[in-house]
Nanobody, 124 residues
Framework: QVQPVESGGGLVQAGGSLSVSCAAS????????MGWFRQAPGKDHEFVAH????????YYADSLKGRFTISRDNAKNTVYLQMNSLKPEDTAVYYC?????????????????WGQGTQVTVSS
């Protein structure tokens, strides 16, 4: 099984940028799609982006298109989320998750393994 671990969260001012990473160990990373979700205080998990096994297909939540970019490096077993023009409403715990197969989904139930999350806080 593939176990993901996020890193790179932190505090940033509104308008700034931040990149979070997710390193996966175990299993064959390149067999699986990867997804990013987030959970703001008092809110449900929200889909952010997913990327297929090859990195050739990416999909974003409509509200985040143009600001967030998901990418992966299969040689490093790592998926990335680059976040630009951050807003206070982007404040959340960001989770990466391993898909059940090679193609991603917006649904949480299609992901088997989750990281512990990394906090991203955007100050106004």
């Amino acid at each position: 099984q593939v176990q993901p671990v996020e890193s790179g969260g932190g505090l940033v001012q509104a308008g700034g940028s931040l990149s979070v990473s997710c390193a996966a160990s175990g299993g064959t990373f390149s067999n699986y799609a990867m997804g990013w979700f987030r959970q703001a205080p008092g809110k449900d998990h929200e889909f952010v982006a997913h990327i297929d096994w090859s990195g050739g297909n990416r999909y974003y939540a409509d509200s985040l298109k143009g600001r967030f970019t998901i990418s992966r490096d299969n040689a490093k077993n790592t998926v990335y989320l680059q976040m630009n023009s951050l807003k206070p409403e982007d404040t959340a715990v960001y989770y990466c998750a391993v898909g059940r197969g090679p193609y991603g989904s917006t649904r949480r139930g299609e992901y088997d393994y989750w990281g512990q999350g990394t906090q991203v806080t955007v100050s106004s």
